[in-house]
C-alpha cells in the first residue's frame, strides 16, 4: 500500500474515537499491551514525561519538549488529535514522522493489527513507541489521549507525570463529577514517579493526595510552589510571545512563551516544576533552554491552534478550546481586545452536552454555523437551532473556510472574527 491507501486502511479498518465517538473507546489496555509486546515494547527503550488533564495538556506536551529539545536532547513528542496531518501526532525535534515510516509500520505488522483489531489510537500509540525507539530518542512527552487510567499511553513508567487542570469533558466515560474524572486522569500516576499538579483544585486535591499516597509517590501543586502573573505580550513577527512574572519563593523572573492564550497562566507553573523535577533525576535543563523553548515553543514543535492570530483588519483568531472551561477563558480573553463587533464562527460535535456553553456566549455578536467534516460534528442547522433557544442569532454556512470567508467579507476593519468551538473546526481552516 502507498501512504493514502495505508491513511485509508489506518482510518476505516480501525475505529477513530475523533470521528466516530464513543464506538471507538476501549474500556481496558489490553490490545496496547500485546501490540506493544508484539513490537519488542519499544517504550521501554527510552525515557518519557506523561502528561494528562482536561485543559492544557497539548500545549504543555509541547512547552516541555520545546525545551528538552533546546536542552540539546533528541525528544519525541506524541499528542493528539491532528489538526491538518495524521503525522502531526509524532515528532522528533519538531519533525514530523515520515509517511515512509507509516508505510513501513503497517506493511510490517498488518497482519497482527488485521487479527488483534485495535482502535485507531491504540494503533498510533504503538506506531509512536515504535517510531521513538527505532530513531533511538534520549526522552519522550506522551500526552494522554482521553482520561489517563483506561488511556492507551498509560502502560508507560515516566521520569515524572504532570496533570494539568480537570474540568467537565467526555464526561459518559469519565464520570459526573470533578472528583470522579480526576480520579480518571490519577491513573497515570506511577509507584514512585513525582506527579506535579498544575492547577490547584478545591474538589480534586484530595483525589490526587490519596492517589499519591496508594502510589509513594511525591506530588507538587505547581501553583503553590510557581506564583505566575501575566504582564502583558510582545508582538514581532518571528515569535510573538506572552511575558509572565514568576515568584518562586524569595525569587522573581520574567519567563516569555510564545503562546498567546491567557489560558497558559494555568499551564506555565506545571511546566516549570516538570522541569524541576527533571533535573532532580538527572537531566540537564540549563536556564538558557528554557528560556528558549518556551519563547520558540511553536517554532520549535509546530503548535498550532493556540490563540492563533490569522489576519488583522479585521483581527482574526482561531483556538481549539472546545468545553466549559476552555470557552470560558477564550471568552475572557477576548473581552480584553477592543473592537466594533465581535463575529464569531462556530462549530461543535454533536456527543457532547453544549447547553453549558452556549449559555455563556454573548447575545450581541453575530454568529456563522458550521460544522467540521466529519460523522461527530453537529450540523450547522442544528448549532444554529440550539443557538436560537440562548438568543444567539446569524447564518449558516456550513463549511467552515465558506464561513471564515463570509465574516471577513462582511466585518469592518476594527471588527473581531473567533472562529472555534471544536478542534475539528480549526483544523478545517485553510490559512492556518
Known amino acids: ?69 533546546a536542552a540539546g536532547y533528541k525528544t519525541g513528542l506524541y499528542t493528539s488529535p491532528h489538526l491538518k496531518s495524521f503525522t502531526e501526532r509524532i515528532k522528533i525535534n519538531g519533525d514530523e514522522i515520515s509517511e515512509e515510516s507509516v508505510v513501513q509500520f503497517v506493511k510490517e505488522n498488518k497482519d497482527f493489527l488485521d487479527e488483534l483489531k485495535p482502535s485507531f489510537f491504540e494503533m498510533t500509540v504503538g506506531l509512536a513507541f515504535w517510531h521513538f525507539a ?46 470522579e474524572i480526576a480520579g480518571e486522569k490519577a491513573g497515570i500516576i506511577k509507584s514512585h514517579v513525582p506527579v506535579v499538579i498544575s492547577q490547584t483544585q478545591e474538589e480534586t486535591t484530595p483525589v490526587f493526595l490519596q492517589k499519591a499516597k496508594e502510589s509513594n509517590s511525591e506530588i507538587f501543586f505547581a501553583d503553590q510552589i510557581h506564583q505566575v502573573r501575566k504582564i502583558g505580550n510582545v508582538k514581532t513577527n518571528l515569535h510573538p510571545s506572552a511575558q509572565y512574572e514568576v515568584k518562586t519563593g524569595e525569587k522573581s523572573t ?4 510564545g503562546l498567546l492564550g491567557d489560558y497558559q497562566r494555568f499551564n506555565l507553573p506545571g511546566i516549570l516544576e516538570t522541569f524541576n523535577q527533571l533535573k532532580i533525576k538527572g537531566w540537564k535543563i540549563p536556564a538558557k533552554a528554557i528560556e528558549k523553548g518556551l519563547a520558540e515553543v511553536s517554532f520549535l514543535t509546530g503548535l498550532k491552534g ?40 462556530l462549530g ?51 463549511k467552515i473556510n465558506d464561513a471564515l470567508n463570509f465574516a471577513r467579507k462582511n466585518a469592518g476593519p476594527n471588527d ?17
Open 134 to 179: 527505532q530513531e533511538q530518542v534520549d526522552i519522550a512527552v506522551i500526552e494522554v489521549g482521553m482520561g489517563g487510567r483506561l488511556d492507551s499511553t498509560n502502560i508507560i513508567t515516566p521520569e515524572v507525570s504532570l496533570i494539568t487542570n480537570i474540568g467537565w469533558d467526555h464526561m459518559q466515560f469519565l464520570g459526573e463529577t470533578l472528583p
Open 1 to 69: 500500500m502507498n501512504y493514502q491507501e495505508t491513511l485509508d486502511y489506518l482510518f476505516n479498518a480501525l475505529p477513530m474515537f475523533q470521528r466516530v465517538g464513543a464506538s471507538a473507546f476501549k474500556k481496558d489496555l489490553n490490545n496496547t499491551i500485546a501490540l506493544c509486546a508484539h513490537l519488542g515494547n519499544p517504550h521501554h527503550q527510552f525515557k518519557t514525561v506523561h502528561v494528562a488533564g482536561t485543559n492544557g495538556k497539548g500545549s504543555s506536551s509541547h512547552s516541555i519538549a520545546a525545551v528538552l529539545q
Open 254 to 257: 520574567q519567563v516569555s512563551l
Open 348 to 398: 461543535m460535535v454533536q456527543d457532547k452536552d453544549i447547553s453549558k456553553i452556549l449559555a455563556l456566549l454573548p447575545k450581541d455578536a453575530r454568529y456563522i454555523f458550521c460544522q467540521a467534516d466529519l460523522p461527530r460534528a453537529l450540523g450547522a442547522q442544528d448549532l444554529a437551532e440550539k443557538a436560537a433557544q440562548y438568543q444567539l442569532q446569524g447564518e449558516i454556512i456550513p
Open 306 to 345: 493556540r490563540w492563533q492570530i490569522l489576519g488583522e483588519k479585521p483581527l482574526v483568531i482561531a483556538d481549539t478550546g472546545h468545553n466549559e472551561p476552555g470557552i470560558r477563558e477564550i471568552l475572557d480573553q477576548l473581552k480584553t481586545y477592543s473592537f466594533d463587533l465581535l463575529w464569531m464562527v
Open 416 to 432: 473581531l472574527i473567533f472562529i472555534g468551538g471544536s478542534t475539528f473546526v480549526v483544523a478545517e481552516i485553510d490559512d492556518l
